[in-house]
């Protein structure tokens, strides 16, 4: 995965960890089974940072994306898509930091190549997050002027799951190597579900 966008992370441990976090997501294949769940990841990444001694929370929004003269939104009110609810939910590092793991629904309906993951400092603005200029000239703003009210129960609803996931998450920390050989050797085009360890059941976000 790209991860250029880490050089906005001025706190260069910080980088240094967002970084490992996402090489062990993408070793886990959580992004693929669980990058659509923006609440589910926003969770999971919010306690590993504050594992890690962070000061990290979930931040209910929702976004747009902005090209040429067209909007594509994410979360937002009246735009989910089928099976999913309204409401975006991204992780905040010390007030200063926006980390957006859940981007699945974009590689779904608005680009197969989008960014799995998007990292931006936070802009302070009164009815916004954040906002950040993507590399194809398109603009993307975390907007707070709106939050959908199933944000809290979503995330409520999903603690289970998120401990589950954290588990597997905790064991590939003790088990990293016994981890990478598997992950060496599986048959990717024979996988089947018996073989992914959990598989979020919930409907996503937008």
């Known amino acids: 995965m790209n991860t250029a966008f880490l050089q906005l992370v001025q706190d260069n441990k910080l980088a240094q960890d967002l970084s490992l976090i996402i090489a ?3 070793i886990l294949d959580f992004f693929k089974h669980f990058g659509s769940s923006c609440f589910a990841m926003s969770a ?3 306690q590993i940072l504050t594992i890690k001694g962070y000061q990290a929370r979930v931040q209910g929004c929702y976004a747009e994306i902005r090209k040429d003269q067209g ?3 994410i979360g937002y009110q009246g735009f989910a898509h ?3 609810k309204e409401g975006h939910a991204v992780c905040i590092v010390a007030d200063q930091y926006l980390l957006d793991f859940g981007l699945g629904t974009l590689r779904k309906f608005y680009a197969p ?3 799995q993951v998007l990292v931006c400092p936070m802009s302070g603005g009164t009815d916004y997050a954040a906002h950040l200029r993507l590399a194809d000239g398109a603009d993307i703003c975390w907007r707070t002027d709106w939050i959908s009210p199933m944000v809290a129960a979503e995330l409520q609803s999903q603690i289970p799951s998120v401990q589950n996931i954290l ?3 905790d064991d590939f920390q ?3 190597v016994a981890y990478l050989v598997k992950k060496l050797f599986a048959d990717k085009a024979q996988a089947t579900d018996t073989d992914i360890p959990l598989v979020m059941r919930q409907p996503q976000a937008a």
């Open 24 to 26: 062990d997501f993408e």
């Open 44 to 46: 999971i990444l919010a």
């Open 71 to 73: 909007i594509f939104y």
């Open 82 to 84: 089928a099976g999913q």
């Open 113 to 115: 190549d989008f960014s």
């Open 167 to 169: 588990a597997i998450y």
């Open 174 to 176: 003790k088990n990293r």
